[in-house]
């Protein structure tokens, strides 16, 4: 296994711990791990784990465990150790004494170190930034201690090491400007959120499980070019585009993806991106039918309950196209295939279906001798097609359902969604 991956720069060395409270899910954590570390440009060397029935505070894993990774690692230069957890300072330190001197890592720095590769917008670099600084600065000892034992590579990526060994006075400081910075984006967005809500368009969030298709999906409903990998956290900058549903238009949004466990420090750190898009009128929570969409679906539900999430929501399995038993899928749920093309039709079926108590889908006549009073309301409806006769102007339109009063003498007929 090593022999395959001596080319590669990095490679990372995975320790599992098997608790009490992730027993039942230690392989998904232990893979979804693997995926990170391919996300983050370094290659996996391989697992050892470990049962714990009490912690070791020291090490947080046993010494004989420990010794045992040493002897596996014997020879092998540049090996990482990704502690999959999270360790307090001094564990951190430890291991990496107990290990030789190597480089050790917990998970938290690891998915760090990604969103640091895949920030891509200023908002985005200055959150994450604000995140690993949050996170790095009480593991510093003196002047850099702590860091100077991870060396470069994997997890120093971001802020960068020379802010990082510099006083603890600059850090502090930094985060301050940091924070001020984020302050002043927050509220241009709020702004934003406010504007769109005086619209009559409608909010709809892609949100779910990192990895499931979000992005796929948000190029195939409105043509957009948001970018595309088979990785973790591909997706870190929130990204709007318009499309519309038999002539009604929506906003659709495209989010960060949520992990299992993802650290609460991370989930506050995007907090102020995330809740502009969950100021949303419709959520799709988009999950890979292919993969443990139980567990995908319950973290992304916890992760919006955290956030105090309460608008209407709708399940989009994604990656369907080889599910052969598609009723085996979540009840309610829309089996799609944004790679594919496959169900978009019923996805936008089911989008409208959720917005029939406040939109009304009607056929309006209009007089020629009311032209003039209804040019003063036709502002307010979504005009999907239109036609004259010798009498007047027959409209199939969308009504915002609090303005139907409005349109009363005109309405002469309902479709039902």
Known sequence: MHENIDNIIEKIYIIQPITRENAAKYKVLQAEAVSLIESAGAAYAGTIYQNIREINAATFVGEGKLQELNERLYGLEGITILFNGELSPSQTLNISAALENRKVIDRTTLILDIFAKNARSGEGKLQVELAQLKYLYPRLKGKGEALSRLGGGVGTRGPGETKLETDRRYIRG??????????????????????????????????????????TLMNLLTGADVYVKNELFATLDPTARSFYVDGVEFLLVDTVGFLQDLPHNLIE??????ESALHCDLALIVCDATGEYDMQLKTTLSTLEEMHFSSPYLIVMNKSETVADKTALPYGSVAISAKEHLGIDTLKHEILRKFREELLFCTLFVPYAKIGEFAALKPLITERSSSFNDDGQTIHAVIPARYAEKFTEFVVSRTEI
């Open 174 to 215: 930094r985060l301050k400007y940091l924070e001020n910075r984020l302050k002043e984006t927050e509220k241009r967005r709020s702004l934003q959120t406010a504007r769109r809500q005086k619209t009559n368009v409608k909010t709809i969030a892609l949100v779910g499980y990192t990895n499931t298709g979000k992005s």
């Open 269 to 274: 750190a995007f907090k102020s991106t995330l």
